[in-house]
């Protein structure tokens, strides 16, 4: 077999296959495989493992002068100050990263209460794992979190507000009680919680260290100061973003994620739709759903299918078209049809889907007490400890 290496690689494609297949920490496998952590992410990133070609794409004609401010420094995000009588109050600046939502939960709260949290997200939308996909012929999928349930009393009052706002509603999936579900997607619960609040979207945050005048964010566009961060990414990935000596990365280095494929197909209209959801714990295909049978959505029929845990990780490292390939024919023979009927099929690869192991408790803070950390990985694998999580972060901060 040819495979196509640059003449100066220092990896082979079976090392670099092991970041694809893992869920452990960028940082973890560039100490075990003796590489820089930029090389473990770019071979994360991609699916393939053969190097691009090296002769440049583009030949431009003219070199365009250096820019004349320096691309990279500090400097706070906004300065708000608010004067009330005499005082001269200033909010903290806060930042949120990741607006799933845990993020959002708690950047509502905390806008509620009266502060102006500035959150970053490196997705275009937002959202997070509660994910909707449309696609240019006019499908859509729900590819992340299903459905929406509610055990506290918070978390209900939340989702009867947003399904009377119409951002949820309710879908009769075959199970013994409806299911609430967001519309027009599962990312109109997001809208809901994020309306008014600053929300930078498709902006990374690629590392986090403490300075002497606040937390500084690194940007692709410079570096922006915080009196308080609040980090609700999943935890394999804020150990990426924290130094190595930071007291959270060792708090947090139990917790587990177990990854989840998710194919998304289209079908012919006439073809057999037996049933609304099936979930089988045991199947390659854990959890089955027409998709299109949930209310707003558009009329063409649309099936989801996700692998198990264990399906899911000893697949990991595929390319999506072979990841496809291997589950589209186990859901046609689960929905009595064949490939013939498909008219689109995609997959996505969720690295960190499902929460294995938890913290233990709803977040967790660094001893300067300006440092948090929360997500769903805190306490169990739903939407709603997602919220809990980010509550809890945002009753502290108030509180404090
Ligand atoms: C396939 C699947 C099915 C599921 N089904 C259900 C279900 O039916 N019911 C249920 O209750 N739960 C379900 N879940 C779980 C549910 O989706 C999660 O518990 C919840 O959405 C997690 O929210 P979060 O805010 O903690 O994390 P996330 O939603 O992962 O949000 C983290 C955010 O951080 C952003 N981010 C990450 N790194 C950076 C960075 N460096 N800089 C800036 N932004 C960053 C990401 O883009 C993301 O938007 C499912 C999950 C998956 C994957």
């Known amino acids: 077999m040819q495979v196509n290496l640059h003449k100066n690689a220092r990896t082979t494609p079976a090392i670099r296959r092991k970041p694809q297949a893992s869920t452990e920490p960028t940082r973890l496998l560039a100490e075990r495989y003796n590489l820089s952590t930029l090389t473990v992410r770019k071979w994360r990133e991609r699916a393939d493992t053969e190097d691009a070609s090296h002769r440049p ?145 498709g902006v990374e945050v690629r590392a986090l260290h403490a300075t002497a005048q606040g937390w500084a964010l690194h940007l692709a566009e410079g570096t922006a100061l915080f009196e308080r961060v609040v980090v609700t990414i999943p935890a394999p990935q804020l150990v990426d973003l924290l130094e190595p000596a930071q007291p959270l990365t060792k708090a947090v280095a139990h917790v587990r994620l177990d990854p989840c494929l998710t194919l998304m197909a289209a079908f012919d209209p006439d073809t057999p739709r037996p049933f609304i959801s099936q979930a089988d714990a045991e199947a390659p295909l854990a959890w089955i759903a027409q998709d299109s049978s949930k209310p707003g959505r558009p009329a063409p029929v649309c099936w989801i299918a996700q692998a198990s845990p264990a399906w899911s990780a000893a697949h990991l490292a595929l390319d999506p078209e072979v990841i496809v390939a291997r589950m589209l024919p186990l859901l046609c023979e689960r929905l009595g049809t064949t490939t013939d009927a498909v008219r689109y099929a995609a997959a996505h690869r969720w690295r960190y889907a499902r929460v294995a192991v938890p913290l233990g408790r709803p977040f967790v803070r660094d001893p300067s007490g300006t440092l948090y950390a929360g997500g769903d990985w805190c306490l169990e694998a739903r939407v709603e400890a997602a919220w809990r999580s980010g509550e809890a972060i945002a009753r502290d901060i108030i509180g404090g």
């Open 57 to 201: 794409h583009t030949l431009h004609a003219n070199l365009s002068p250096a820019p004349a401010t320096p691309r990279c420094k500090l400097r706070p995000w906004i300065d708000r100050s608010e004067t009330k009588g005499n005082e001269t109050m200033k909010t903290p600046q806060i930042a949120i990263i990741g607006a799933g939502m845990t993020g959002l939960a708690c950047a509502r709260a905390l806008t509620d209460a009266g502060y102006a949290p500035v959150v970053f997200d490196k997705g275009r939308g937002i959202g997070g794992r509660l994910a909707t996909r449309r696609t240019a012929e006019g499908w859509q999928f729900d590819h992340g979190a299903q459905y929406i349930t509610a055990a506290s009393p918070g978390f209900q009052t939340l989702l009867e507000q947003a399904e009377r706002a119409g951002a949820l509603a309710r879908w009769a999936d075959g199970g013994t009680r409806p299911h609430l579900v967001g519309t027009p997607g599962m990312t109109g619960l997001a809208s809901y919680l994020g309306r008014g609040i600053a929300i930078r979207q």
